[in-house]
């Protein structure tokens, strides 16, 4: 392995969204993470939170997978689980027994709601989380209902990149001598941090209480996005004066002086009236041309289908081609001493479960006996995989 944390081993039980995308963050800068997985797991090559890891395919509904699980603990710095509070302890698998057999181990927990409070065992979702945080109600447009961002701010920002960032400083504590420790991330919280500055900008007075009407949620004239004269879509955030006078300057408002009160909430309404129909007479690139150097801060709203191609994302290497026609992010962010390999493409559930037994002390008699008795599963060679028995419900 290569890359920052080369030399850290993570135990990652299998997960949806937020777990995995812990694991892919610390995999991508050299992590190794030992991925426990299902022995009824599918298959996904191009499953980019499952990227750059190994696989080892436990039945822990046996008490031998449990009793193998905890060998594996032993060896790790950190394990990352994000089931419902209580259901690690009733496989037996709780932070008293794991910092038992291994004090250095760093437990990390991720949930929605937490591992305690009244509806710590509440099913939820990202929009759930967001709604109960309060950064649901600061999403979307004036007089409409709050608009779901999608699941990246509770699931991934909020959630899994907290949860890194947690493991990361609770291990570098047993690096500097300390113990091992539970790190409790929960998304609603995580998300509720995420919003710092909305929640600053509301207790100072300057943020109402009603999505849509602020300078930075889609209120203002000045910070939104314009639909072109192709369909196609160009952002603003020209926040700043210098930034704004350069956005009327290419637009032929500089003599407008409606457009002198920048920050008139009051005159908000009637100037992106008037940004739209200025925006709408040409198609989104000419308008990229036209601002392409100056800073105006506009830009194209690019596509997912457009984006890889942007020359600055192209320059900067921000998207790979894991498997052939398929991309994904590049790992971030970047480090001048120890660069991240690039991604390797997800591991067959099981794939590496000889190797991983090996290497916790297990002997080729006792790895066949795990095998026979299904305790763990090694893929069979040719099964189909999951893009391709998904194909029928392929995106058209």
Not at 229 to 251: S, T
Request: proline share 6%; hydrophobic share 40%.
């Amino acid at each position: 392995m290569t890359g920052l944390l080369a030399g850290i081993r993570v135990v990652e039980f299998q997960g949806i969204g937020p777990g995995p995308f812990c694991g892919m963050m610390l995999a991508d800068h050299g992590a190794d993470v030992i991925r426990i997985e299902r022995p009824d797991t599918r298959y996904d090559p191009n499953d980019a939170l499952a990227r750059s890891r190994r696989s080892i395919a436990i039945d822990m509904k046996q008490p031998e997978g449990v009793a193998l699980v905890r060998r594996l603990c032993a060896s790790a710095d950190a394990i990352i689980e994000g089931y419902r509070p209580g259901v690690m302890e009733r496989f037996g698998l709780g932070p008293d027994v794991l910092l038992g057999d291994n004090p250095r181990l760093v437990y990390g927990r991720i949930t929605g709601w937490g591992q305690d409070g009244p509806i710590a065992q509440r099913a939820g979702h990202d929009i759930n989380y967001l709604a109960v945080s309060g950064v649901l109600s600061t999403i979307g447009r004036a007089g409409e209902n709050p608009v779901p961002p999608g699941n990246y701010i509770a699931d991934f920002g909020g959630g899994g990149m907290m949860l890194a960032f947690g493991l990361i400083a609770a291990i570098l504590r047993v690096k500097m001598g300390g113990k091992g420790q539970v790190v409790d991330a929960a998304m609603m919280e995580g998300a509720s941090l995420l919003a710092g500055l909305t929640w600053q900008l509301y207790s100072g007075g300057y943020w109402n209480d009603a999505n849509g009407t602020n300078w930075l949620d889609g209120g203002a004239h000045f910070y939104d996005t314009y639909r072109c004269a192709d369909g196609k879509f160009v952002a603003v955030g020209a926040i700043e004066a210098p930034f704004y006078a350069l956005l009327r300057e290419r637009l032929g408002l500089t003599d407008d002086r409606a457009f002198d009160a920048q920050m008139d909430y009051a005159a908000w309404p009637a100037l992106k009236v008037r940004l739209a129909e200025v925006f709408a007479t040409r198609t989104r690139d000419e308008w990229c041309k036209l601002f392409e150097d100056v800073d105006a801060c506009v830009s194209p709203v690019m596509s997912l289908g457009e984006a890889p191609s942007h020359p600055q994302n192209v320059a900067r290497g921000n998207f790979v081609e894991v498997l052939p026609g398929a991309m994904q992010p590049a790992p971030a962010p970047r480090f001048s001493g120890n660069a991240a390999a690039a991604p390797r493409p997800a591991r067959r559930p099981g794939a590496d479960s000889d190797a991983i037994l090996r290497e916790i002390g297990l002997d080729d008699e006792e790895a066949a006996l795990l095998r026979e008795t299904g305790v763990v599963k090694v893929p069979d060679e040719g099964a189909d995989d999951l893009l391709t028995m998904m194909g029928a419900s392929k995106r058209r």
